[in-house]
């Protein structure tokens, strides 16, 4: 699984927001359920970009960001499942809006079903092969996954879905 690299501009974001951990997250869910509370509020905003595209973006609760090889099943981190907008003016009551920052990132395809564990095989080989191998540095920023026309459903071996992961411009 080889990345492309590429430059994607700040870009603003609204959605809805939960703290987790990967143990959490796996034993019950936690980001599966908040994509069920979102998606039925999805419908509130008002600014969309694009209807069909949506993201999960993960941002580490710590600081400084731990590398990959020192998070654990208990780091603890945010996730903000959310959608482009064209202003971050209208944010309905409960959910926030972000600006994600420009970045360099090397975007990954899953291809596949998420659970039960396919989603983490693709993670761990971004940064437990590839990242070390790779030649490149993460910079520190979000990453996140990009969910389009492509993707299907959690269980759907046909789905796919973009995971853009920041590197520091070479």
Known sequence: MEPRIVRKESFGVVGMEIATTLKSNWENRDIFHL?????????EIANRIDPAVSYGICG???????SA?????????NELVCVEVKDLDHVPEGMI????????YAVFTHKGPLFPNYLQQTYDYIYGTWLPHSGQELDGGW??????????NVD???????IYVPIKAG
């Open 97 to 104: 809006g972000r600006i994600v920052p420009g970045r360099t």
């Open 60 to 66: 580490d609760v710590s600081d400084p960001r731990p």
């Open 143 to 152: 990453d996140f996954e990009l969910y389009d026309s492509r993707f299907a």
């Open 69 to 77: 090889s020192e998070t654990t099943e208990d780091t603890r981190y």
């Open 35 to 43: 994509w069920i509370r979102f998606q039925a509020r999805m419908g």
């Open 156 to 162: 759907d071996p046909a789905s796919e879905f973009d």
